[in-house]
Each structure stands twice: as C-alpha cells, then as structure tokens.
T-cell receptor
Framework: DAGVIQSPRHEVTEMGQEVTLRCKPI?????LFWYRQTMMRGLELLIYFNNNVPIDDSGMPEDRFSAKMPNASFSTLKIQPSEPRDSAVYFC???????????FGSGTRLTVV | DAKTTQPPSMDCAEGRAANLPCNHSTISGNEYVYWYRQIHSQGPQYIIH???NNETNEMASLIITEDRKSSTLILPHATLRDTAVYYC???????????????FGDGTTLTVKP
C-alpha cells in the first residue's frame, strides 16, 4: 500500500498564477479531506468528500479555492489566482469511512512569491 | 465539534511512559476521542481512538474517564522518535454533514529526552 500520494511535493509559483495540487487516496477509502497548515493558523480543514461528493466546504477560504473529486482515486485542489498568503503546507487525507482514523499524505509545500 | 484543551508542551525521559492529557468537558454522546501525532515536516499520523472504554493498540493506550470529559494518551516506553506534536480531537460519528469532520487544535509538543 503506497499510502496517500500527493503531488507535487514542493511548488513555487508567482502571485497571480494558477496552482493545482493533486491527491490520490488509498484504494477503497471513501472519504477524502484537504487540510492546510501554517504556523499562524495550524491545521485547518478546507473541504471533505464522502463517496466523491463534497460534504462540507465551509473551510475553503474564498472563491479562489476550488476542489474536485472526479472519481474515487483522484482529487484536486486548485487556487486561482494564487496569493502570497496562500503559502502553506497542504495535506490530503483519506479514510475507509467517515468514522475511521485518517491516513495523511506527505503534503505539498506551496510557496507563492 | 467539542473543543479540547491540551498542555502546550511536555517532556519525557526516554524509556519512561509518556502520559498526555486532554480535556473535552463539552463532549457529546455521539463524539469519539481521536489522537494523532505529527512529527516535524510530516503529515499527521493516526494513533488511536475510543468512545468510552479504554483502548490499546501497538502504538499506545487511551484512557477515557467514566464521565468522558477527559482522556489520557499513554506511550508506554517513549523513544526519541516519539518526539512530536500530539493532537487530541473529538469528532462526531454516524451520518450527517458533521460526521467524520476533524478539527485540529494546537496540540501538545512532546519532547523525549535521552
């Protein structure tokens, strides 16, 4: 089992550019979560999906952020346009069902300059 | 989700038991207690969870008080590799919008010293 796979591991982009973060959950896991971590705000839940359906996106900071899960094996988090304050580590996590413990990926470190 | 309160930091001697407390005095009947840890620069790692009975696995033990208002995570023989931030979370179970949603607080930074 390769675990939750996130790509890229590091991303440096200029302000105003579009950024797409990718996540492959563990096969058979029905729930997928996107978190953002910064020193100031800690770990924040952005959005989560259950059976590919977005359940709660109340943590998405603004309209510049969007997330999709077109199938059970892939999800994307897009930021357009990106801003320096979006710099953070973005984690994806999955779980077999909503009530199980999560398995986190290694994260994507995003730097917007 | 109910709020949790954890001490910001703790030290533990290598080889000794590390006991990490968590208060969750407003926990509801449909909320489990979960523990995760995050080693520097890595994604958080699930440790254990429970409802009201004590739980044990290969990583740790979880002791939940009878009134469920607090819990303790026990690492029986701490090693240097257990140095991490430990998060205690309470989480709604079952179905519905809030089911499965985990809100992370600031956690406890555990430092295991030789």
């Amino acid at each position: 089992d390769a675990g939750v796979i996130q790509s890229p591991r590091h991303e440096v982009t200029e302000m105003g550019q579009e950024v797409t973060l990718r996540c492959k959950p563990i096969s058979g896991h029905n729930s997928l979560f996107w978190y953002r971590q910064t020193m100031m705000r800690g770990l924040e839940l952005l959005i989560y999906f259950n059976n590919n359906v977005p359940i709660d996106d109340s943590g998405m900071p603004e309209d510049r952020f969007s997330a999709k899960m077109p199938n059970a094996s892939f999800s994307t988090l897009k930021i357009q346009p990106s801003e320096p304050r979006d710099s953070a580590v973005y984690f994806c996590a999955s779980s077999p069902q909503v009530n199980y413990g999560y398995t986190f990926g290694s994260g994507t470190r995003l730097t917007v300059v | 989700d109910a709020k949790t309160t954890q001490p910001p930091s703790m030290d533990c001697a290598e080889g000794r038991a590390a006991n990490l407390p968590c208060n969750h005095s407003t926990i509801s009947g449909n909320e489990y207690v979960y523990w995760y840890r995050q080693i520097h620069s890595q994604g958080p790692q699930y440790i254990i969870h429970g409802l009201k009975n004590n739980e044990t696995n290969e990583m740790a033990s979880l002791i939940i008080t009878e009134d469920r208002k607090s819990s303790t995570l026990i690492l029986p023989h701490a090693t240097l590799r257990d140095t991490a931030v430990y998060y205690c979370i309470v989480r709604v179970i079952g179905s519905g919008t809030n089911a499965g949603k985990s809100t992370f607080g600031d956690g406890t930074t555990l430092t295991v010293k030789p």
